[in-house]
């Protein structure tokens, strides 16, 4: 019998995502993305964060550039008070790492606008450290798989942490950002077609 884990990974392959941060691990890049990604449609996201690049390929031209140049592209989002921590993560990343991203947890939440999803996010894409990252969707597929409904972002990570062995974490989170908003929705989930119903309390629970 396959585990949710094959499944997931079997659906992923199929279903996944195109998005242009996936291509990245470098900070700078990585970065960009999970700022603008906060509390935002991935889909919205992508409108602008290509043209971003272009316009500022380097950390060092998002440094240099204006605070008025930066916001005009987050005005396109509607998320204009996040150009500032950006640019002030940024150059604190130049100014006091060396240009170097610090790969220690603790000094990643030191960025401006950076918390705990961000930082994980960046201990596993660029610093090759793989941890989970949890956002609200994953937590609320957690709940519905496991049938617990008061788990918090921090107990989903340490279930992931102890069901999924490390060198498929990132591979099993990616794939479950994505699971999450197209099976597993907030509001009707496609549990008839959710190729882990029957191993989901949720699912289990729905009649046939």
């Not at 990245?24 to 700022?35: M, N, T």
Request: hydrophobic residues 40%; glycine residues 4%.
């Amino acid at each position: 019998m396959e585990s949710w884990l094959d499944i997931l990974l079997k659906w992923f392959r199929e279903n996944k995502r195109r998005f242009s941060w996936r291509e990245y691990r470098d900070w700078y890049r990585v970065l960009v993305a999970e700022v603008m990604l906060i509390r935002t449609r991935s889909e919205t996201v992508e409108k602008i964060y290509r043209g971003f690049l272009e316009k500022f390929p380097k950390p060092e031209d998002l440094c240099n550039a204006s605070i008025e140049e930066i916001e005009n592209f987050f005005k396109r989002i509607g998320l204009v008070n996040r150009a500032r921590k950006l640019r002030e993560a940024i150059c604190l990343v130049i100014s006091k790492y060396g240009g170097e991203l610090p790969c220690l947890y603790e000094e990643l939440l030191k960025l401006p606008g950076v918390g705990r999803y961000v930082a994980r996010v960046l201990l596993t894409k660029v610093c090759r450290k793989p941890v989970p990252f949890v956002d609200g969707n994953i937590a609320r597929f957690a709940r519905r798989f496991l049938g617990v409904n008061n788990m918090s972002i921090e107990d989903v990570e340490l279930w992931l942490e102890k069901a999924v062995p490390t060198e498929i974490l990132e591979s099993v989170n990616i794939a479950l950002l994505d699971f999450s908003a197209i099976i597993c929705k907030a509001k009707n989930p496609r549990c008839d077609s959710c190729p882990l119903r029957t191993l989901c309390s949720y699912g289990a629970g729905l009649k046939p």
